[in-house]
């Protein structure tokens, strides 16, 4: 089952007029999702009923990133263009922008909240990273000098309060002290000493990263961030250990510090062809909110498959064959533009292709 995707009939939902483009669901109220289209409409969810509850007409073009407020999933956060706001989702179809942020000078990939709720990361064509403070309603960090082309993802890390992971299609995965403006890390899979290590001929861009809701999982201690990239590969990367392997980095032109001028981390896996994985591009990755926290890890590519992996095997002292590596791989039939997990145990995977239909699995 593991090697070949497995066709699972989905329970469909509709309310979008265009290409679904983001989804995310609560953790306060399981089963409730909200997705956002090319269409310009944020679209609400209660998959304990069949209809769409609601829908927020939010923009003339793409609703590109949604966010949850943090505790308090009656706020959802959402950029369109080069513009962000804030919604109160309560007042459904009659929402008006509570809050609202201008700052990006190009079209926003990505925006994630931290934790506290009072800071604001927001990512762009340009490479630029705006680091909003929700509290004070401003502007208060622009973080410039890792990404020389599209940043395409940017994540908190809950463990780690002044942390940022960024993601661009120049192929870089930055660390950020994002208080005092500061890269600590970068990894360049542009130049990795081994060229052959993605599956296809498509450049290793980083398209998504994914960090899980806390380092407690399955009983131990995991600093982790998950990378989607282009050349088909989902690397899981030990911050820490990074983090220790660059204690004595050679610069570069940039800066950064790039893929093959330090010793990666010696936790650092891949997950590929090999195991089962992807051949074409990683679209998306997530960690898995159903069950136990985090055991699984999730990703989407444009080879129209979901795998779902066992990621934590490699990290074990036991020995483990690569066959072990993918618990199982769905066939979705169209390109996976993204996808999210419900902390339920039915209905828990929700997928996001090119088609104006959402996806729903049980994992």
Same mark, same amino acid.
């Not at 081994?194 to 407690?216: E, R, W, Y």
């Not at 610069?251 to 997950?271: A, P």
């Given at each position: 089952?593991?090697?070949?995707?497995?066709?699972?009939?989905?329970?469909?939902?509709?309310?979008?007029?265009?290409?679904?483009?983001?989804?995310?669901?609560?953790?306060?109220?399981?089963?409730?999702?909200?997705?956002?289209?090319?269409?310009?409409?944020?679209?609400?969810?209660?998959?304990?009923?069949?209809?769409?509850?609601?829908?927020?007409?939010?923009?003339?073009?793409?609703?590109?990133?949604?966010?949850?407020?943090?505790?308090? %999933?009656?706020?959802?956060?959402?950029?369109?263009?080069?513009?962000?706001?804030?919604?109160?989702?309560?007042?459904?179809?009659?929402?008006?922008?509570?809050?609202?942020?201008?700052?990006?000078? %190009?079209? #926003?990939?990505?925006?994630?909240?931290?934790?506290?709720?009072?800071?604001?990361?927001?990512?762009?064509?340009?490479?630029?990273?705006?680091?909003?403070?929700?509290?004070?309603?401003?502007?208060?960090?622009?973080?410039?000098?890792?990404?020389?082309?599209?940043?395409?993802?940017?994540?908190?890390?809950?463990?780690?309060?002044?942390?940022?992971?960024?993601?661009?299609?120049?192929?870089?995965?930055?660390?950020?002290?994002?208080?005092?403006?500061?890269? $600590?890390?970068?990894? %360049?899979?542009?130049?990795?000493? !081994?060229?052959?290590?993605?599956?296809? $001929?498509?450049?290793?861009?980083?398209?998504?990263?994914?960090?899980?809701?806390?380092?407690?999982?399955?009983?131990?201690?995991?600093? #982790?961030?998950?990378?989607?990239?282009?050349?088909?590969?989902?690397?899981?990367?030990?911050?820490?250990?990074?983090?220790?392997?660059?204690?004595?980095?050679?610069?570069?032109?940039?800066?950064?510090?790039?893929?093959?001028?330090?010793?990666?981390?010696?936790?650092?896996?891949?997950?590929?062809?090999?195991?089962?994985?992807?051949?074409?591009?990683?679209?998306?990755?997530?960690?898995?909110?159903?069950?136990?926290?985090?055991?699984?890890?999730?990703?989407?590519? !444009?080879?129209?498959?979901?795998?779902?992996?066992?990621?934590?095997?490699?990290?074990?002292?036991?020995?483990?064959?690569?066959?072990?590596?993918?618990?199982?791989?769905?066939?979705?039939?169209?390109?996976?533009?993204?996808?999210?997990?419900?902390?339920?145990?039915?209905?828990?995977?929700?997928?996001? %292709?090119?088609?104006?239909?959402?996806?729903?699995?049980?994992?």
């Amino acid at each position: 089952m593991a090697g070949e995707a497995t066709s699972l009939k989905p329970r469909r939902l509709k309310g979008h007029t265009g290409a679904a483009t983001c989804c995310i669901s609560s953790s306060d109220r399981p089963g409730f999702v909200v997705s956002s289209g090319e269409d310009g409409l944020i679209c609400l969810f209660d998959l304990r009923s069949q209809d769409v509850v609601s829908t927020i007409d939010v923009a003339k073009g793409p609703v590109s990133s949604l966010c949850f407020k943090s505790g308090n %999933d009656d706020f959802v956060y959402a950029s369109a263009g080069t513009e962000i706001i804030c919604l109160d989702i309560r007042m459904g179809s009659q929402s008006e922008p509570v809050e609202a942020y201008n700052y990006n000078k %190009d079209e #926003i990939n990505q925006i994630s909240l931290n934790s506290k709720a009072n800071v604001l990361a927001t990512v762009d064509d340009c490479g630029d990273v705006k680091i909003i403070d929700t509290n004070q309603k401003r502007l208060c960090k622009s973080l410039r000098g890792a990404h020389s082309s599209i940043c395409s993802s940017a994540q908190f890390v809950p463990w780690k309060p002044w942390a940022l992971i960024t993601g661009g299609l120049d192929s870089k995965v930055a660390l950020w002290d994002f208080s005092k403006a500061r890269k $600590l890390l970068v990894i %360049d899979y542009g130049v990795q000493e !081994n060229s052959n290590m993605g599956q296809c $001929l498509n450049p290793a861009f980083v398209h998504s990263i994914a960090v899980p809701q806390t380092d407690k999982i399955l009983g131990a201690s995991y600093k #982790i961030c998950a990378v989607a990239r282009g050349d088909g590969v989902v690397d899981v990367l030990d911050l820490e250990s990074e983090l220790r392997a660059v204690t004595k980095p050679r610069s570069n032109k940039g800066g950064g510090l790039s893929g093959n001028n330090h010793e990666s981390g010696d936790k650092r896996i891949h997950l590929d062809y090999s195991s089962g994985g992807h051949t074409a591009a990683v679209s998306c990755v997530s960690f898995s909110t159903f069950g136990e926290k985090g055991k699984y890890l999730i990703s989407g590519g !444009n080879d129209s498959t979901v795998k779902v992996w066992n990621w934590s095997n490699r990290f074990s002292s036991v020995q483990s064959s690569l066959a072990d590596d993918l618990a199982f791989s769905i066939d979705i039939k169209k390109k996976v533009n993204w996808l999210c997990t419900s902390p339920t145990d039915s209905e828990n995977l929700i997928v996001c %292709d090119t088609s104006k239909v959402l996806k729903v699995y049980t994992v």
